[in-house]
């Protein structure tokens, strides 16, 4: 065998490209192998790691060195060299072998540290004199029913020649915007993002090195309300954490004679309010030009007009590095069409239902006042529709200054939109006087789907856009109604499906986090996170949430996901003791093994058909539902303790797991297969959770077949059932039905929104119907991934990627494709952390034609489909006839590379 161009590539540090500022003390570092070989293995490494690049040229790898290793893991290296420092630059690289004992060394990455300890920080917290607001008769500090005005603020200092390194570390209690000279000094929005900011609150690190001169330099703030003070959830208030937004900033000039200078947030700033007069999430922003403070950005501006900046209390929360991406634009879209629809007032269509803004292009005169609306859909009258936003205005207004061509966008807030209106406008919209900026947390992205099939296509499109724009520093519900919580039932349902989109490794990673805080000290988990201040003691307020069954699961199911499929334990060890808190609370309070003693909500199939949208009630389905995710909690315990090695833990959650499906049996289970709920979701949960006895679990799935025949071949899951219902079906010998339901296309079914023009997921079947039209506006967004979980087929069973169940991590992983002619064809790619994954499968004929690519250092378990008695062909070569085949599958294992199979295939 020879291997070409065998290379490590993509070194990432805890999942992320050259992360600044980070403070886990032992970093994981990890790369990809890549080769234009087939059958390529690593078989060692050795990692350097140094505090300055040309040690690493010279082979001085004065942190750490971890010598040649003789192993194939290119992940989860956990660090093992000199404790590292506050502040410290780690540069890094890898050396490979492959099988053959040829090596190769990789570029140089580098990551930084942050500031590891509270005395590290060398700054006050500073907010905005008060006098500020009093004075200007146009500003206001804020209440619990108006938006505050942002306050700016100023620091004037010099530089000294010399300079090495210029880093700024930055927290906010509200959401900040950063100037060095005039010039943004990154493209992150919203920071230092959403936590609960009684337990911990994220600083941000920037390398501003660029941005200085030698001399007389401006460092200015913007400081917004954001999730400190801003509107939070549907609640008719401001101000869940606090109103008073305040800011810390140090930023640490090292020269080149090892000298450090520090210019730290304290008194001597200056603040006042400027252009933006008020800003919040939900409401919009409103900027008026003519107040713009120019020049005050830079060196020489007269600020006499200023006021000191007030100090005020630290918080008593710490201040931790933010370990995931941040929030950015990452897209920008020009409308599809516009049209006038009154006096200067035009309504524009996107083509494309987002999450952020709109950046306008204007000129026109002073004083002109411009008013953007935004909505998701139109109306019957093909006006803008907002009844569905509930209280949340989702309004911006821009205050021209009239001096020139003036290009504008929002700072401090975002919509969910696909349409928008402009008022105000002195001339007829061109091109490029609006245009949508897409704005989520800049994940990578990991996979795509394609087959011949058009509505399936923007079916998984319609997944990807309501991930993008609901994984916004959490995974929201909804981008544009008053709402936009981190909602934990709607995320575990989707996990699977976002991980094959995306990268979510670091996002899940600092989200587990915020549900690990909200957890009470009885054990519970929540069903939003971060958690709100009103969800003291057991949930009071905003109806109690925490504990719902199969939100609150979400503790158990998050961890035990990132582990499947990025190979993860340290998340799992890290949340052990929550998680078992969790376990135990249920055992505690349900000893009947059945679980209805829910302290807070019980939702069900939230948005079933028909739906049951009562929070506190029970019913034997709710209990069914709860009951199931306790079984599969203990399940996923007992798993996860095997793989940590945890063995008292694996037998106490595996005889929990026997306990509760014992119980289960008794109380659910009738006999012949049957449940004693005849539900969809009730049939998918038990054979999903192992919940029945093997020799009934056929029976089971006729049933739930029968079922669907009787609703003449339609679904009626609601968002719990959903993910299993396709999975379950092909599992066990119903892929037609599976297919069935896919390409069903009246209502209820996934392609009826999308017959019906939509462009992202709706929240709920009947969110618009030909009938009915409109469902009822208090509770039906148009972007909701919930029930978009069938991206998890697609890629698990249409295309076959899936993780081995005796590998996590897709190192070893399996290709097991249910192709279907009515397809036509499928285009499955999945870059896994080990690279990327192909399955392009076509029928033509009668003979199906598959492509795979099996990345470097990975192997798969390869499910051919064939008829039965026929005999595939692999890489142009007849295969043995005495191969294992496990129904409609041939089974082989294959190697790195790329695999073309030919087989006889007449479908289900």
């Not at 890549?34 to 001085?60: K, N």
């Not at 296509?457 to 724009?469: E, P």
């Not at 996860?640 to 008292?648: K, S």
């Not at 991934?785 to 295309?799: K, P």
Request: overall charge negative.
């Amino acid at each position: 065998m020879t291997v070409s161009r065998f290379q490590a590539t993509d070194l990432r540090c805890e999942y992320l490209a050259r992360p600044l500022g980070i403070d886990e003390r032992s970093p994981r570092l990890g790369w990809t192998i890549e080769s234009e070989g087939d059958g390529a293995r690593q078989t060692a490494y050795r990692v350097r790691v140094a505090t300055a690049p040309e040690f690493l040229a010279a082979d001085g790898a004065d942190l750490w060195d971890s010598g040649r290793t003789d192993s194939s893991q290119t992940r989860h290296i956990v660090y093992g060299g000199s404790p590292l420092q506050s502040r410290q630059y780690c540069y890094w690289n890898v050396e490979v072998w492959d099988s053959e004992g040829n090596s190769s060394v990789s570029d140089a990455e580098y990551w930084s540290m942050g500031l590891l300890d509270a005395g590290d920080w060398e700054t006050d917290w500073i907010a905005a004199d008060p006098a500020i607001f009093a004075r200007d008769s146009k500003a206001t500090p804020g209440d619990r029913t108006k938006p505050a005005t942002p306050a700016c603020f100023r620091k004037v200092f010099t530089v000294p020649s010399g300079v090495r390194r210029a880093t700024l570390y930055a927290s906010a209690r509200g959401i900040f915007e950063f100037t060095l000279g005039g010039v943004g000094i990154c493209d992150d929005l919203f920071a230092p993002e959403w936590t609960d900011y009684r337990k911990r609150i994220q600083y941000r690190t920037y390398d501003v090195t660029a941005w200085l001169r030698e001399g007389p330099n401006v460092l200015s703030a913007m400081l917004g309300d954001g999730w400190w003070s801003g509107y939070v959830g549907w609640q008719e208030t401001r101000g869940r954490y606090g109103f008073r937004t305040s800011l810390a900033a140090q930023l640490e000039l090292e020269l080149d004679s090892g000298e450090r200078i520090v210019v730290a947030s304290d008194d001597s700033w200056r603040c006042n309010t400027g252009p933006v007069l008020a800003s919040d999430f939900m409401m919009g922003e409103t900027y008026d030009a003519r107040r713009e403070n120019k020049g005050a950005d830079q060196h020489g501006y007269n600020d006499d007009g200023w006021l000191p900046a007030a100090v005020v209390d630290p918080p008593e929360a710490p201040l931790v590095a933010q370990r995931n991406e941040p929030v950015r634009i990452t897209e920008t879209i020009h409308p599809v069409s516009v049209k006038a629809v009154g006096k200067d007032k035009y309504l524009f269509d996107l083509g494309q239902n987002i999450s952020g803004w709109v950046r306008i292009r204007v000129r026109a005169p002073s004083g002109t006042r411009l008013k953007l609306r935004h909505g998701e859909r139109l109306d019957n009258d093909g006006n803008l529709y907002t009844e569905n936003l509930r209280r949340a205005k989702a309004r911006d207004v821009y205050i021209c200054n009239g001096k020139s061509e003036e290009i504008w966008e929002p700072r401090f807030t975002f919509h969910g939109f696909q349409y928008f209106e402009i008022d105000g406008l002195p001339t007829e919209p061109t091109a490029d006087t609006a245009i949508g900026c897409v704005v989520h947390s800049a994940l990578p992205h990991a996979g795509c789907f394609e087959c011949a099939h058009p509505g399936v296509n923007r079916l998984w499109l319609n997944g990807l856009w309501s991930q993008r724009d609901n994984f916004l520093t959490v995974p929201t519900d909804c981008p544009q109604r008053d709402e936009r919580l981190g909602w934990t039932g709607d995320a575990e349902v989707f996990m699977r499906t976002a991980s094959y989109n995306m990268d979510v490794a670091a996002f899940f990673t600092k989200w587990m986090t915020d549900i690990a805080d909200a957890q009470t000290p009885e054990g519970i988990f929540p069903d939003t996170a971060p958690r709100l201040p009103e969800d003291e003691g057991n949930f009071v307020g905003l109806d109690g949430l925490g504990g719902g069954a199969g939100w609150a699961d979400a503790g158990v199911i998050i961890p035990h996901t990132m582990w499947r499929v990025y190979g993860d334990t340290r998340i799992v060890e890290r949340h052990w003791k929550s998680m078992t808190a969790w376990l135990d609370y249920l055992e505690r309070t349900n000893p009947r093994g059945i679980r209805e003693n829910e302290l807070g909500n019980n939702y069900g199939d939230w948005l079933c058909i028909p739906s049951d949208t009562s929070f506190r009630t029970h019913s034997p389905m709710k209990n069914l539902l709860a009951t199931a995710f306790w079984a599969d909690d203990a399940a996923k315990m007992a798993e996860m303790a095997h793989a940590l090695g945890y063995r008292e833990d694996a037998a106490r959650f595996e005889a929990m797991f026997e306990v509760v499906r014992d119980a289960f049996q008794k109380e659910f289970y009738s006999g012949d297969g049957r449940l004693t709920v005849e539900t969809q979701t009730a049939y998918l949960l038990a054979l999903a959770m192992n919940l029945l006895p093997e020799d009934v679990r056929a029976r089971a799935a006729e049933h739930l077949v029968e079922n669907i025949r009787k609703l003449d071949w339609h679904l009626s899951t609601g968002f719990i059932g959903i993910r299993f219902l396709n999975p379950i079906l092909t599992d066990y010998g119903y892929a037609d039905v599976a297919y069935k339901l896919l390409l069903q296309d009246d209502y209820p079914s996934w392609l009826y929104p999308v017959k019906h023009g939509a462009t992202t997921i709706w929240e709920r079947w009947n969110g618009w119907t030909e009938e009915d039209g409109f469902f009822n506006p208090h509770m039906n967004s148009f972007n909701h991934y919930s029930l978009g979980s069938i991206g998890e087929w697609l890629f698990r069973h249409v295309g076959g990627i899936e993780t081995d169940p005796d590998h996590p991590g897709f190192r070893q992983f399996v290709l097991k494709p249910w192709p279907d002619s009515r397809l036509g064809h499928a285009k499955t790619r999945y870059r896994s952390i080990h690279g990327e994954i192909r399955s392009e499968w076509r029928i033509e004929g009668g003979r199906l034609h598959w492509t795979v690519r099996i990345p470097p250092n990975t192997s798969a378990r390869v499910f051919i489909p064939a008829d039965p008695g026929t005999r595939p062909n692999a890489d142009g070569h007849p295969l043995p006839g005495d191969l294992p085949r496990e129904g409609r599958h041939i089974v082989i294992r294959a190697e790195p590379g790329t695999h073309t199979f030919e087989s006889t295939w007449s479908g289900f």
